[in-house]
């Protein structure tokens, strides 16, 4: 039930094709891709046969939404191409390395990372399959520290509540998350936007006081932090995961990202949302920050909240969080609170999830 209702509330609830990349073996996917191509060679052969369907394009634009037409771009093809290569001789990339080795190969089609990224997933929205199964592995940026074991597929064992503050680096290859088995007696995943807060956190070890694991991605969410705070939340489903994003609309994105998928992800951003509540900071914490802390409004904040303020999933309070913001015309960043000492914020966080302070 509460997998449906994260379905429904994602940002492709409305078309569940758009939920469906599917996890495959190397064998698969590049059957799928020889496929591809022999149906296209024989629609281009026969004028007579039936029209493709159009697929659901993460192109951008009308110009690029048929099967037919996708396959004629010379960036998708290449991009198969090397794909189909990369899994044949069994080795994962990422996707700077995947940009390098087609700059050099293609230049011609390919001259940022941005134009490989999107090209990336118009392929799985091509094929219906993971990155991770087009042999494309995530870069990580993440870490997560506090009450968990972690257990490798090579018997090794990880316990993150005797790490340093800069906690267990997660890495970037979802075949070895998937792989990992958790042990914990914790109650509560706190998701932190920033390293530097989390890093606070950790060192002054709020999970010895209050059971809980600490992940953050260090910033805007990568994959593999998704995905491993994924699989958290399906291993103990009666856990609750809340987040610690700055008073912003870009902290407010960060948690709906956690919460809903990304749309620059494609078929694969549902696959990856949790039920994320938020914790702070909110307008209720205003009152703890010195005038002297509040910062104006950013054109890039404003950029963000319009993209919010259009978007149908945002839930009531966070849209009331967010016209807050635009009311005021000021920002706040989790940092404020060391006005009241650096312990402040390990009380501040326990206090709220004690309470049930959180949306």
């Known amino acids: 039930m509460a997998e449906a209702g994260v379905a429904a509330a994602s940002l492709f609830g409305a078309d569940r094709r758009l939920c469906s990349a599917d996890i495959l073996p190397p064998a698969e996917v590049r059957a799928r891709i020889e496929v ?38 010379d960036d998708v093809s290449s991009v198969m191409e090397m794909c189909y290569k990369i899994l044949g001789e069994g080795k994962l990339v990422t996707l700077r390395e995947l940009f390098y080795t087609l700059l050099s190969e293609s230049p011609t089609y390919f001259t940022c990372q941005r134009h490989v990224n999107q090209t990336v997933q118009d392929v799985v929205s091509l094929l219906r399959c993971t990155r991770q199964s087009l042999g494309i592995m995530a870069s990580s940026r993440g870490a997560l520290i506090g ?11 990880v316990d993150c509540s005797i790490l340093g503050p800069s906690g267990h680096a997660i890495t970037g290859d979802l075949n070895v998350l998937s792989k990992l088995i958790f042990s914990s007696d914790a109650r509560y995943i706190i998701v932190v936007e920033k390293d530097a807060i989390f890093q606070r956190l950790a060192e002054d070890r709020i999970y010895s006081q209050l059971p809980c694991i600490l992940i953050t991605a260090k910033g805007y969410p990568d994959l593999a932090t998704r995905f491993i705070l994924h699989r958290l939340s399906q291993t103990y ?5 809340f987040a610690l994003v700055d008073w912003n609309p870009a902290g407010l994105a960060i948690l709906c990202t956690y919460k809903y998928g990304s749309i620059s992800m494609g078929l694969e951003s549902y696959r990856y949302a949790c039920n994320v509540k938020w914790l702070g900071l909110r307008g209720d914490d205003l009152q703890l920050i010195p005038q002297s802390a509040y910062q104006e409004l950013k054109p890039r904040d404003l950029q963000i909240a319009k993209s919010l303020l259009s978007s149908k999933f945002l839930q009531d309070k966070h849209r009331a969080e967010l016209t807050l913001m635009l ?26 999830i004690v309470q049930g302070d959180y949306i």
Request: proline share 8%; glycine share 6%.
């Open 237 to 241: 489903p009666n856990m609750p995961i």
């Open 147 to 157: 009450r968990l074991v972690l257990q490798g597929p090579e018997e090794e064992h």
């Open 327 to 352: 009311e005021t015309s000021k920002r706040a960043e989790i940092e404020a609170l060391y006005s009241h000492g650096f312990d402040f914020l390990g009380k501040y966080v326990a206090r709220k």
């Open 36 to 73: 591809a191509v022999l149906n296209f060679l024989a629609a281009l052969t026969d004028p007579a046969a039936p029209a493709i369907s159009a697929l659901p394009l993460i192109s951008r634009g009308a110009a690029n939404r048929g099967l037919r037409r996708a396959l004629l771009r």
